[in-house]
């Protein structure tokens, strides 16, 4: 599957960004997609996913609330809305793919995606 994300860019802090991820090739029914990133001289770390056939999304506790991931099924394409950014959101942010619904417990985890996205730059100015 290959992951195209869009939607970075510069932002002030207090405002909002939308990200984008669309995937094409074989996607599967029974997906699980996210968003993971990494800032500058740390690691790569999860922020959101969603699961396929129903309502289930996970965030990662430094965005909830102010983050929001969503899907649009008959597009393969994923969304996070991005409100009330901070500094600390500053971040190559990638969108991740799995063939799967991925277990609750491993939602978080780097390994449970085969597909990485190249990556969108997001950086919130103070």
């Known amino acids: 599957v290959q992951l195209q994300a869009s939607g970075g860019g510069l932002a002030r802090a207090g405002t909002s960004l939308r990200l984008s991820c669309a995937a094409s090739g074989r996607t599967f029914n029974g997906y699980t997609m996210g968003w993971f990133r990494q800032a500058p001289g740390k690691e790569r770390e999860f922020v959101a996913a969603?699961?396929?056939?129903?309502?289930?999304?996970h965030y990662a506790d430094p965005v909830k609330g102010r983050f929001t991931i969503s899907r649009d099924n008959a597009k393969n394409t994923v969304y996070l809305q991005m409100n009330s950014l901070k500094p600390e959101d500053t971040a190559v942010y990638y969108c991740?793919?799995?063939?799967?619904?991925?277990?609750?417990?491993?939602?978080?985890?780097?390994?449970?995606?085969?597909?990485w996205g190249q990556g969108t730059l997001v950086t919130v100015s103070s």
């Open positions: 969603i699961r396929c056939c129903g309502s289930s999304t």
């Open positions: 991740v793919y799995a063939p799967r619904r991925v277990i609750l417990s491993a939602i978080p985890s780097r390994t449970s995606y085969d597909d």
